[in-house]
């Protein structure tokens, strides 16, 4: 194990960012065919275009065959999947991103409820009927449609200017996004909005912006479903959404406005209970009024 596993083996999911120390990491042309064990080409130039980003691609995006990933450490760990930090150089550049990697199948532990998914289904019905049953091939089925559920959210949402990370591409179960950095700690990860003391002076800030992104989802036909302090990440002054698999059509499911609701409810109960009050309701039947505007 590497000096990075060692140092990320015992995160979990209640530590929400962590700093790397990193010494400037040379690519060495001698060793071009002699990587080590948590590093890999970068696939980025053999995957599909649609498995890629939207375009116009990001300058930061490295496209480079011969670019080379590196595993860093563990950033977050969930019951379907893990969220790794990997780095990807060049001999002239680098540039950190965030992995999340659904669970093989033998290690599968979905939880989400059936509910999100109303009005999703698989093409074929025997990958319908396995994942009602909860078989093993049901359970590698169901990664791989909340894999491809999450990458085709964070796509939609990006290019309706939702504040999410910028999907790099997906590769099977592996999503590679932008990560989301501390502008006040260079190479450590922005902090969820959970981490804020009572009456921080963001806060009337961060509330506007979350309003304006809970109206751009509603616009969509979209709620989030999951919305909490848990999944918004402060970078700075800016908010930041993250963990959309689970997003809930508000008009091909019954219960969408319900899981639209408890979104109000959540993050206005989150926001009074750190000075400043906010009200569900009020906040509900604006974006009630937006939705049918």
Known sequence: ???????????DDSQSYVRTRRSPRLWNESTIDDLGSEQRYSSWPFIEKLAR???????????????????????????????????????ERSVLLAAKRYRRREQLQFSRSQSYTEGRAARRSRDNRAVSNNSLYGREV??????NAEWSYLRRCH??????PY????????????????????????PRLHQLARHDPRLAILWDQLAETMEKFVTLGLAHGDLSAYNLLVAGERLVVIDVPQCVDLAGNAQGLDYLHRDCVNMCEWFTAKGLPRDAD????????????
């Open 282 to 293: 009020s906040l509900f039947t604006s974006l009630l009024a937006s939705m049918f505007a």
């Open 167 to 190: 999907p790099v591409q997906i590769d099977g179960t592996e999503i590679l996004m932008e990560f989301i950095e501390d502008p006040l700690n260079p190479s450590a990860a922005a």
């Open 1 to 11: 194990m590497s000096s990075y596993s060692a140092e990320f083996a015992n995160l």
């Open 53 to 91: 980003g939207p375009q116009p691609y990001p300058a930061w995006i490295i496209e480079d065959a011969a670019a080379i990933d590196t595993e860093l450490g563990v950033l977050k760990t969930g019951k379907e999947g893990d969220v790794f930090l990997v780095e990807r150089a060049t001999t």
């Open 142 to 147: 169901a990664a791989l449609q909340w894999a």
């Open 159 to 164: 290019q309706a200017g939702i504040p999410v």
